[in-house]
């Protein structure tokens, strides 16, 4: 099952259920008027989503109209939590190694930080950076969305109440990072709104894909037309499953909460390519000495997508530029 929201002026936009080639949508009102409410009673609507879904995919769901991704807001496009985990040890280490780098880690224990859960962007809308000083980059993520889970709950608990998985551009102002970072207590100016795609799905429409936890599909990258990188979801080293256990070791996660993979990263990264400027700057300073691809411009357009077996689009696409922030006016008073 694929659902999305669609803009319609309020915070939390309208539930559509979505067919599973992207054509087309459904109004999901009827049972349920956002995502976010439809999480909040999943054992009720679930059942009723999944039985519009499939009217929807034989044609005979009434009122279905052409869906249009330039209308979707996140799917989620706010959360009592949102959470960012950096679950693929690669990334780490290419930045260690070229910039010798001495980072505190904890064999086995994975790293969690608390982001902003209150703003996400939709996959089509233009993204405002405050100026080009701000070292801007793109992060290519996957996420997962769950349901209410006890404090304590194993990882195979954990991944059953994974209720959606979807995928999103997790920005990044590098001027600003290395200075949180030393401060200890997390990003403020380093991380701004979250930029999400058009679809979640239920993990079932992942089929093989979805191995132990983790989404093996590679992640395709473009900045302005131009290939980035297609790292596979495959290599985590922990599963989605085994951080939502670590974060609820001592707390209940609520439902609607959302926990990131974190910078999607491959050992091959010379082939793969990356999924953020920061890695591939990385390897051209281990490289060559000097990083030569620069941070993101006014006028860039990035695309993040992900294709199941068949080659169809499996979230959609986020297409979208960056662009300068509007200056908030000065008041007189």
Known sequence: MKLATLKNGAPDGRLVVVS????????????????????????RCEQDLRALAHRL????????????????????????????????LNHGAIM??????????????????QRQSDDFRGPCDDYPMLNEEEQGDFEGEFAVI??????????AAAERAIRLVTLFNDMSMRRHLFAELQLGFGFIKAKPA????????????????????????????HRNGDWFGNPNGREMDWSFGELLAHLAHNRD?????????????NRDAATVGSA??????????????????????????????????????????IDHAIVP???????PA
């Open 253 to 265: 996660l609520r439902s609607g909460a959302i926990l990131g993979s974190g910078t999607v990263s």
């Open 20 to 43: 599973r080639d992207l054509s087309r949508a459904v109004d999901a009102a009827v049972i349920a008027p956002t995502l976010r409410a439809a999480l909040d009673h999943w054992e």
């Open 276 to 317: 953020c400027l920061a890695e591939r700057r990385a390897l051209e300073v281990i490289a060559t000495g000097a990083a030569t691809t620069p941070p993101l411009r006014f006028g860039d357009r990035l695309r993040f997508e992900v294709l199941d077996a068949a080659g169809h689009s499996l979230f959609g696409a």
């Open 96 to 113: 260690e190694r070229a910039y010798n780098l001495t980072v505190k880690k904890q064999e086995g224990v994975p790293i969690l930080i």
């Open 146 to 155: 769950v349901g209410d889970l006890p404090m304590g709950s194993s990882p």
């Open 194 to 221: 979250t930029v999400f795609a058009p679809v979640a799905v239920t993990p079932d429409e992942l089929g093989d894909a979805w191995v132990d936890g983790r989404l093996a599909l590679d992640l395709r990258i």
């Open 325 to 331: 922030a509007a200056t908030p006016s000065t008041d």
């Open 57 to 88: 995919e034989e044609g005979t769901a009434p009122g279905a109209f052409p869906f249009d991704p330039a209308q979707a807001m996140a799917p989620l496009p706010r959360s009592g939590q949102f959470v960012d985990a950096s679950a693929f």
